[in-house]
């Protein structure tokens, strides 16, 4: 049974329910149909289903969550590599689109390039996410990035210096602008 198979098994209501009780305490079948209001057939063809997949365990005495089949269920899931969300691509080029794959799981930037010219798409793609014209504060820009990734204070220098963006001293904090990068639609 692959990855994907063993957390569709998981996600069944009635399964889910089963593990939920099963990660508070182990239990004997009678202790489990109490604890989660299945009938005692519910139960034990849930847990079956849970065995079957390798996330639930018997004792000869009690039922418990197969911590071992949990955490290669984690592993194998995290070696999993998620394609590229489409919207990542959005206003770029094929090629472009090419190097975005390499570091955007999803819509998460995994790492930032050290070659300069793939940085240089990476952030012609995070500029598309400022409107331009628009004025931002300092928060606003850190959570824009943020969504992105964590280290968005990086993300932001390098749209700084790259030219991307544009930075002003205001009041007690900065101002950012759009001030680089393409203008979707506009060839």
Do not use: C
Request: hydrophobic share 40%; charged share 30%; no cysteine.
């Amino acid at each position: 049974m692959d990855s994907l198979e063993r957390v569709k098994t998981l996600l069944d209501p009635e399964r889910l329910a089963v593990a939920g009780a099963l990660a508070a305490a182990p239990g004997t079948t009678a202790d489990l149909v109490e604890r989660t209001g299945l009938s005692e057939r519910d139960l034990l063809t849930a847990i079956g289903a849970l065995r079957s997949a390798g996330l639930a365990a018997w004792d000869d005495q009690h039922h418990s969550l197969a911590l071992d089949g949990l955490r290669k269920l984690a592993r194998d899931l995290s070696d999993t590599e998620l394609p590229m969300d489409p919207v990542i691509g959005f206003g770029m080029t094929h090629e472009e689109r090419v190097v975005l794959s390499r570091f955007f799981e999803g819509r998460t930037l995994m790492s930032v390039p050290a070659s300069r010219a793939k940085r240089l798409i990476v952030l012609e793609r995070l500029a598309l996410e400022f409107d331009l014209g628009r004025h931002y504060t300092e928060t606003e820009v850190n959570e824009i990035l943020g969504a992105f990734n964590p280290d968005w204070s990086t993300l932001r220098r390098h749209l700084v210096d790259e030219g991307f963006l544009d930075r002003e001293a205001k009041g007690g904090g900065n101002e950012y602008w759009r001030s680089g990068g393409r203008v979707p639609g506009i060839t």
